[in-house]
């Protein structure tokens, strides 16, 4: 990365992923659903990373619950490219917003952005989402 690339904030997590062939549609790019769930395996990746998994909060009666995405696509990916998934987050009261992007690799030219925003279920009632702020606080902007 270069000082060129000041559209990416610094201390983002991050993780690569790359095309696979049944991602693809007929006309030999990524299928437009298929990019949520590139988010939502970086976020989970993520969660990974901050010492939580969705399994344990489960367990623990916690379950977060995305509540809105909004999505930009901007350039396609295509079978076999390697891309790089981004997020940083925020808090704005009980919801927490994802903002996330995708950039191809080798030459980072911006496929996606989208804000996932969740929300915290515990034992079946909105919360605040005090318990995913304690284990976010690390990483919230």
């Known amino acids: 990365m270069t000082d060129s690339d000041s559209n990416i904030t610094p201390g983002a997590f991050e993780m690569t992923m790359r095309v696979r ?4 549609d007929s006309q030999g790019i990524v299928n437009n ?4 769930h590139y988010l939502e395996h970086t976020r989970h990746e993520f969660c990974r990373n901050a010492g939580m ?3 344990q909060l489960q367990e623990d009666g916690v379950d977060p619950v995305l509540r809105r995405v909004e999505i930009d696509y901007l350039t396609p990916l295509r079978l076999g490219e390697e891309f790089m998934s981004r997020l940083t987050l925020a808090r704005h ?3 927490f917003v994802f903002h996330q992007e995708i950039y191809r690799l080798p030459d980072m030219a911006p496929v ?12 079946g009632r ?10 976010f606080a690390d990483h919230l902007q």
Do not use: S
Request: some cysteine; proline content about 0%; glycine content about 8%.
């Open 33 to 36: 659903a298929v990019y949520l």
């Open 21 to 24: 062939d049944y991602e693809v």
């Open 126 to 135: 909105l919360t605040r989402g005090d318990i995913l702020a304690e284990a």
């Open 53 to 55: 998994t969705f399994r």
């Open 93 to 95: 009261g009980a919801r």
């Open 112 to 123: 996606v952005k989208a804000d996932a925003t969740i929300v915290c279920l515990e034992g």
